[in-house]
C-alpha cells in the first residue's frame, strides 16, 4: 500500500492546455513536494507546503501553480502547458525539519506536444 | 544558496569492483545533512542513508559514506558492487537554517554494473 501515490501516471497534453498533476499521501506528513526530473538537472523543487492552505515556491516556479486543499492532497497546475514542461513529475512527502526523510511517489510523466 | 555537485554523471564498473560516487556541496549553514538517495527503474526515489556528523562513517545496506565537513564531501562507497546496485543515485542537502525540510539534489550519477 503506497503512501504518496500520484495520478495520473502518464499525460499527453497539448500546447497552451491546463495540466493537473494530483498527489495524496497517506503518512500524515504536514510537508509535501513537487520534483521534476529532467536528465543533466536531476531533481529540482517547484513548489511545497507546510500544510493545508499553505503553498511556496521553490527553486523553479515560473509557469506552476500548487495547491494543498488537505493535509492528504496536493496538486501541481499548469495553467498553459508548453513543451519546455515535457518531465517526469515526482510528489514527496515529509515530516519537515531539516534531517526529515522525504517518500516520494512514483512519479507522473507528462509530454506537451 | 545551497548547492550539490555530482561530478560523474554515468559510472560503469564490473560485478565486484568497489563502488565511489562522488558528492560535493556548499551551504552557507554550519549545520548540514547530506543525504544518498537511489532510483530504480521503474521505482520511486527513496533513502538510502543519511548523515549530519562531521566525520562519522554512516551504513546501510552495504552502502557506507562520511560526512567530511572540511572538504564539503559526501562520497558513497561500497567495496563490492553488484549488479543488482544498477540505479540512478543522488545527493541531496537540507540544512537547519531555512528549516524548511526541501531538499536540494545534485544532477545525479548513474551506476551500471556489468557482469
Known amino acids: 500500500e503506497a503512501a504518496v501515490t500520484q495520478s495520473p501516471r502518464n499525460k499527453v497534453a497539448v500546447t497552451g492546455g491546463k495540466v493537473t498533476l494530483s498527489c495524496n499521501q497517506t503518512n500524515n506528513h504536514n510537508n509535501m513536494y513537487w520534483y521534476r526530473q529532467d536528465t543533466g538537472h536531476g531533481l529540482r523543487l517547484i513548489h511545497y507546503?507546510?500544510?493545508?492552505?499553505?503553498?511556496e515556491k521553490g527553486d523553479i516556479p515560473d509557469g506552476y501553480k500548487a495547491s494543498r486543499p488537505s493535509q492528504e492532497n496536493f496538486s501541481l497546475i499548469l495553467e498553459l502547458a508548453t513543451p519546455s514542461q515535457t518531465s517526469v513529475y515526482f510528489c514527496?512527502?515529509?515530516?519537515?525539519?531539516?534531517?526529515?526523510?522525504?517518500?516520494f511517489g512514483e512519479g507522473s510523466r507528462l509530454i506537451v506536444v | 544558496g545551497d548547492s550539490v555537485t555530482q561530478k560523474e554523471g554515468l559510472v560503469t564498473l564490473t560485478e565486484g569492483l568497489p563502488v565511489m560516487l562522488n558528492c560535493t556541496y556548499q551551504t552557507i549553514y554550519s549545520n548540514a545533512f547530506l543525504f544518498w538517495y537511489v532510483h530504480y527503474l521503474n521505482e520511486s526515489p527513496r533513502l538510502l542513508l543519511k548523515s549530519s556528523t562531521d566525520n562519522k562513517r554512516t551504513e546501510h545496506q552495504g552502502f557506507h559514506a562520511t560526512l567530511h565537513k572540511s572538504s564539503s564531501s559526501f562520497h558513497l562507497q561500497k567495496s563490492s558492487a553488484q549488479l543488482s546496485d544498477s540505479a540512478l543515485y543522488y545527493c541531496a542537502l537540507s540544512n537547519t537554517g531555512a528549516n524548511t525540510g526541501k531538499l536540494t539534489f545534485g544532477h545525479g550519477t548513474i551506476l551500471r554494473v556489468h557482469p
Open positions: 514527496a512527502s515529509g515530516d519537515g525539519g531539516a534531517g526529515n526523510t522525504l517518500y
Open positions: 507546503s507546510y500544510g493545508a492552505g499553505s503553498t
